[in-house]
């Protein structure tokens, strides 16, 4: 069975740009959740989806948005990049409703964006 | 408030060895979940355990075992019979339970750096 698939996996941008990220969860996972990992602030959370609809969402700017299609895949987007938006980009699948203490997320490899 | 704290910026353990690796945690919820998860050089996260707070017993998956010390608020992940492909990253991670609200997401520690010396 296929796991979370990410693209692109590597991306170089300049500051003021947009970027579009794109994660296809696991065969009938219907949670998806994005993180951003720095080596500074660790693994921090920026949104959960559950069938299109968006449940949770961390402290970010507007700056950073997302949303899921029908099929369960899920893309977040970054406006007007700043340099601090260089990270590991980590999406997340999981089976259940999101409410659910055992929901194991399972995780894509990342996208690893550069803001030069 | 960081709610996950590991100490242990970086660990070495010899191949066959057992290891812990340590985690704290700070939450009023009397339900939540403590995860350890991998992260391996290529950056993909792996699911190693997990432990519900009502669960009276410890977790274990193969060579995986997770010291839970509830009072102490501790949640330490043990490796047994350390391999060399188990250099890698390794977070703690808690999501708490229906106090919460909407505010299920996880909570992530800073991670420990292991590596296995042959």
């Known amino acids: 069975k296929a796991g979370v698939t990410q693209t692109p996996r590597y991306l170089i941008k300049t500051r003021g740009q947009q970027v579009t990220l794109s994660c296809s969860p696991i065969?009938?996972?219907?949670?998806v959740s994005w993180y951003q990992q720095t080596p500074g602030q660790g693994l921090q959370f920026l949104f959960e989806?559950?069938?299109?609809?968006?449940?949770n969402k961390g402290n970010f700017p507007g700056r950073f948005s997302g949303r899921q299609f029908s099929n369960s895949r899920s893309e977040m987007n970054v406006s007007t990049l700043e340099l601090g938006d260089s990270a590991l980009y980590l999406c997340?699948?999981?089976?259940?409703?999101?409410?659910?203490?055992?929901?194991?997320?399972?995780f894509g490899a990342g996208s690893r964006l550069t803001v030069l | 408030a960081q709610k996950i704290t590991q100490t242990q910026p970086g660990m070495f353990v010899q191949e066959k060895e057992a290891v812990t690796l340590d985690c704290t945690y700070d939450?009023?919820?009397?339900?939540?979940?403590l995860f350890w998860y991998k992260q391996p050089s290529s950056g993909e996260m792996i699911f190693l355990i997990y432990?519900?707070?009502?669960d009276e017993q410890n977790a274990t998956e193969g060579r995986y075992s997770l010291n839970f010390q509830k009072a102490r608020k501790s949640a330490n992940l043990v490796i047994s019979a350390s391999q060399l492909g188990d250099s890698a990253m390794y977070f703690c991670?808690?999501?708490?339970?229906?106090?919460?609200?909407?505010?299920?997401?996880?909570?992530w520690g800073l991670g420990t750096s292991l590596a296995v010396n042959p």
């Open positions: 997340a699948s999981s089976p259940g409703r999101p409410y659910s203490g055992a929901n194991v997320l399972t």
């Open positions: 065969s009938g996972h219907r949670s």
């Open positions: 989806y559950f069938s299109e609809t968006q449940r």
């Open positions: 939450t009023s919820d009397q339900s939540y979940g």
């Open positions: 432990q519900g707070s009502y």
């Open positions: 991670a808690m999501r708490e339970g229906a106090n919460a609200g909407n505010n299920r997401k996880l909570i």
